[in-house]
């Protein structure tokens, strides 16, 4: 991976143009100033994050609603594996059925 580069505190010393519709453009706008930042900063973040990450910050696919649930899914998934990897059963364990019996519960 590549030294951390900091896109805020780097001097700017190059430009960059683009072609945007003038309605989108002055909306971002609205949006960016409800945020306390520019169109500009905006931009320098979206790309620090894809410096961060290595690619775009954000999924894109034709159901990202469906594709970011799934990754969410296995990312859970995944941390309740190691959870359960981390516990070591004892001969001595008590399930939980029988712990509510010891005090009298049932379910």
Known sequence: MQEHMNVSSMPKT???????????KKRAEEIYANCGMTLTDAVNIFIQQSINVEGLPFLVTQSSKEAL????????MAELK????????????VSEEEMLAEFGETR
């Open 14 to 24: 190059s430009s960059f143009q683009m072609r945007i519709n003038p309605e989108v």
């Open 69 to 76: 649930r799934e990754q969410v899914v296995t990312l859970l």
């Open 82 to 93: 190691k959870g359960e990897d981390s516990v070591h059963i004892d001969a001595d364990w």
